[in-house]
């Protein structure tokens, strides 16, 4: 469709007047700015749309008014670093692909199952038996890098000495003759090995027009290129862990709030996983845990609330 192309025809949908700039349409037909603003369907979907298609979707969109009047976001998850594109309504059971006020709001009955990945191996996934949560070889790798990255850190310590050396004699005019004692060195530069490369949330959906979510890719953490540390990355990885594991939770909460997580060892394959579960622990020891931990100023006061209200389902 053209950039000037329709000379305010009116919509065919409600007949307001569409704008002559960048129209959006239906089936090749240009439609109004309010009637865009109602559409919240996956890529492909509108293109596919007759106008009486559109008509019905506009009618289930408003049927879905009541649901997006009661939604109260408790809980936001971000794909990217720009923005949440997710959120649940928790207590009511509700969520929302995109955080746009304007998106639809399912319920939790249109969720059926999910997934969260890293680099094509399951790290969480819901499961008749509850909510499987995989090992990660990741912080094994990391560590495995210590040497590596010892090695690179004294070599850029010798570099910034050799270079903190040039400009002192230079600034005593020691090299005016044009030589000098002082051997180069080129700046080292940091071999990463590859360890991650991204995580993908897959979400399987059963409503009138999402299927599912897939392949919504989120960064995984990096080392610094000139001063890397294998704590500093775990410390990231281990945060990236905690979102997915929340994000993983609430989504359970959804598909079955009484389901136990049940924990796989690297040793045991996805497919074996279905028959090893791990009895619910009892709260008032996991609580006690938790209070040991947050006296050795291990994590704080907030998140040992938190794990507490988790723990005793408040």
Known sequence: MGLFSNSKKPCPICGNATPRLFPDGVAGIPICRECESKIDLPDG???????????????????????????????????????SDFQMDVPKKLFRINTKKESLVMESSCLKAFRILEDGKVLFESSPEGLNIYESDTPSRVQALAPLVSQFRVQMQQYEYMEKMEKKMKEMGE?????????????????????????????????????GVHSRNRRAPKFDQSYPSVQDFLRSYQKEMDAFYAMAANLMILINPDAPEVHIPLSVSPDAAAVRTVPTADPIEEIQKYKALLDSGIITEEEFTAKKRQLLGI
Request: charged share 25%; net charge negative.
């Open 45 to 83: 979907v509108q293109e596919k749309m007759t106008l009486d298609d559109f008509r019905q979707y506009l009618s289930f969109y408003q049927e879905n008014q009541i649901l997006r009047d009661s939604f109260d976001a408790t809980f936001s998850f971000s794909y990217s670093d720009w923005g």
């Open 175 to 211: 090299d005016k003759s044009g030589s000098s004692s002082f051997t180069y060195m080129s700046r080292p530069e940091f071999e990463e090995q590859p360890i991650s490369n991204d995580f993908v949330i897959e979400m399987t959906l059963e409503h009138p027009y999402w299927s």
